[in-house]
């Protein structure tokens, strides 16, 4: 049995975060944020309108935090497509390779009923 292998124990967490579950109605989305411009970078989910996994590079946010915003970092209000994968394993290698190369760090969200995907 091979030794526990840091890298890809990341893969195999972030695949599993990007979950699609049509009849509990959940997506999972993973945002790679930018800690010092307190920015998403990167958003990755299932688009269930592709049927596929779907990177997206972040090209414009909220102006500001709202204090009510938990999340801690400015939204990004407009994307435009990095990459997109038939399996979520696929979209895990290009998020560990831009979080590594642009040192980002990650924040999930689990969205819940078809309105909020």
Not at 34 to 55: I, K, L, M, N, Q
Not at 69 to 95: K, M
Request: hydrophobic share 45%; glycine share 6%.
């Amino acid at each position: 049995m091979k030794g526990f292998m840091l890298e890809l124990f990341t893969r195999h967490l972030i695949a599993e975060t990007l979950l699609y579950d049509q009849e509990l109605d959940v997506l999972g989305c993973l945002s790679l944020v930018d800690a010092e411009r307190g920015r998403e970078r990167y958003v990755a989910a299932f688009a269930p309108e592709h049927g596929a996994f779907v990177v997206e590079e972040a090209t414009a946010w909220e102006d500001e935090v709202p204090e009510e915003n938990a999340v801690g970092y400015a939204l990004a209000t407009e994307t435009r497509e990095r990459s997109r994968h038939d399996v979520p394993e696929e979209a895990a290698e290009v998020l560990v390779m831009l979080a590594t190369q642009h040192s980002l760090l990650p924040s999930f969200t689990l969205l819940e009923g078809e309105e909020s995907f």
